[in-house]
């Protein structure tokens, strides 16, 4: 490689890459994000409700993807609900 292109390689500015775990949220942010304790997300975890995890070692993250599909089902069982008659009791 010539001198002048390894200068021209070294100068040119290179795009930025975003961090590998960009995309993906750990509990507390996904509990700030919701607006709810970190110990709701593990209750939803439990009952096998909450959006879907990952395990990256000890650590427990959600893709950012994951949430917002989990998002839209939530959305698509409250359509599907039928909605409590009010009892008129007088």
């Not at 942010?29 to 607006?35: Q, V």
């Not at 709701?40 to 993250?61: C, N, Y």
């Not at 998002?71 to 698509?76: G, H, M, Y």
């Amino acid at each position: 490689m010539s001198k002048a292109l390894k200068a021209a390689l070294l100068t040119t500015p290179q795009p930025e890459q975003a961090p590998l775990l960009a995309d993906y949220l750990d509990k507390h942010e996904l509990a700030r994000e919701f607006k709810v304790t970190p110990r709701t997300i593990d209750r939803w975890h439990v009952m096998r409700t909450g959006p879907k995890r990952v395990l990256l070692g000890q650590r427990v993250l959600y893709r950012r993807a994951d949430v917002i599909a989990w998002l839209a089902e939530q959305d698509e069982k409250l359509v599907g609900r039928p909605r409590r008659r009010k009892h008129n009791n007088g």
